[in-house]
Every structure is written in structure tokens, then in C-alpha cells.
């Protein structure tokens, strides 16, 4: 497709279960950004890639949450445990370089139940 | 570290009045600074973006921004605003000499329009 996709676009999870959020960027894009957004609030950063390197991951909020992107294109964010408060939206975004426009997917919303 | 304000959570406004929605930012460093746009339902859009040069940004439909370096400001601006506007705004910011740097958002500002 053109755009980035995300799936699922919808997930409940059991608190204590782990998830799994995929992410499909703009072919050729070189950065990937994870953010998660809360009800009401502005996306909060998690982790950027460039390419498969994983070049920050300070906003990652705890070791249960875990980002990759093997081989530069698709990204998975995992998150273990599932807790209330993971509850958000994740929100992945692909640009062709670090000035470039940020193009943004629609969203995963993680309801943890 | 870098950090955006947007000092108003929520705007409204009459339709074809103008409006402004302000931000501010914080930074040690020369910025990229940015404003996203998402509208019901939708994921977030680039509405406009400040590089170098010109302070005075134009953007999509009809939006412009005056970046501020002595204020760290880069308000939005709309001269007359349409029922279709109705959104919310970020503003967002990174680091312009980082080769790694993440882009922070604001919490937003949900502008609304009134018939």
C-alpha cells in the first residue's frame, strides 16, 4: 500500500498478556518512529529506528516493552505483562530522513482488561 | 532535553473568524519544528514544518507559522477558519544537529468551530 498500515487496528488483551504490534512503513522510508497516545494527550515518544538500528529508545516506559525491526522494514513493538496502564494507542510513523514529514498509520488501540 | 507547550487544550473559535493557536518550546539546541494536524478519526497529517531560512511557514489549507527564535515560539495562525478545521492541532519539535534525534509532540489543542 502507499500509506504506513498497522495491525491490529484494535486489541484486547487480559492483563498479564503479552501483544504483539505491527507496523508497515512507506517503502524506501529509512526512520520508523513507535509513539503511544493516551486518551486526550499528544503522541509520546517510544523508539526510533534508522534502518534496523534501533537509535533511541529512551521513551520506552519499562523493560516489558520491546521494539525491533530486523531487517529495516517492518517493526514489531512487543509488550509483556500487559498492564491497565498500557492501555493507548500506538502510533508508528515512517519519514524518509530525520526533516523529512512524518507519515503516520492509523493506529493500534490497546484496550488491557 | 527538548519539550513542547501548547499553552491552550482547547480553542474555540466562530467559523470564518481567525484564529491562533500558540506553542512554545524548549531547547538548547537549533530545532526542526512542526505542525501535525488530525482530524476525527483520522491518523495525524504534516499540516506545515520549519526548517531554515524564512521564519514565516505556509501550509496547508491556509495555515502559516511564524517561528520566534527569541521566544522559542511557533504559532499557528489561520486568518478565516472553516467548519472543516475542526481538529486537533500538535505542534512538535527535534533536535536540527542530531543524527538521532526524536521528534516531541505537545499535548495539543483541540480547536472547535462554531456555525
Known amino acids: 500500500g502507499a500509506g504506513v498500515s498497522q495491525s491490529p487496528r484494535y486489541k484486547v488483551a487480559k492483563r498479564g498478556q503479552d501483544v504483539a504490534l505491527r507496523c508497515d512503513p512507506i517503502s524506501g522510508h529509512v526512520s520508523l518512529f513507535w509513539y503511544q497516545q493516551a486518551l486526550g494527550q499528544g503522541p509520546e515518544f517510544l523508539t526510533y529506528f534508522q534502518n534496523e538500528a534501533q537509535l533511541d529508545k529512551s521513551g520506552l516506559p519499562s523493560d516489558r516493552f520491546f521494539a525491533e525491526r530486523p531487517e529495516g522494514s517492518v517493526s514489531t513493538l512487543k509488550i509483556q505483562r500487559t498492564q491497565q496502564e498500557d492501555s493507548a494507542v500506538y502510533l508508528c510513523?515512517?519519514?524518509?530522513?530525520?526533516?523529512?514529514?512524518?507519515?503516520f498509520g492509523e493506529g493500534s488501540r490497546l484496550t488491557v482488561l | 532535553a527538548q519539550s513542547v507547550t501548547q499553552l491552550d487544550s482547547q480553542v474555540p473559535v466562530f467559523e470564518e473568524a481567525p484564529v491562533e493557536l500558540r506553542c512554545n518550546y524548549s531547547s538548547s539546541v537549533s530545532v526542526y519544528l512542526f505542525w501535525y494536524v488530525q482530524y476525527p478519526n483520522q491518523g495525524l497529517q504534516l499540516l506545515l514544518k520549519y526548517l531554515s531560512g524564512s521564519t514565516l511557514v505556509k501550509g496547508i489549507n491556509g495555515f502559516e507559522a511564524e517561528f520566534n527564535k527569541s521566544q522559542t515560539s511557533f504559532h499557528l495562525r489561520k486568518p478565516s477558519v472553516h467548519i472543516s478545521d475542526t481538529a486537533e492541532y500538535f505542534c512538535?519539535?527535534?533536535?536540527?544537529?542530531?543524527?538521532?534525534?526524536?521528534?516531541?509532540f505537545g499535548s495539543g489543542t483541540r480547536l472547535s468551530i462554531r456555525p
Open positions: 512538535a519539535v527535534s533536535d536540527r544537529d542530531s543524527s538521532a534525534s526524536k521528534i516531541i
Open positions: 510513523a515512517s519519514s524518509l530522513g530525520r526533516s523529512g514529514e512524518l507519515f
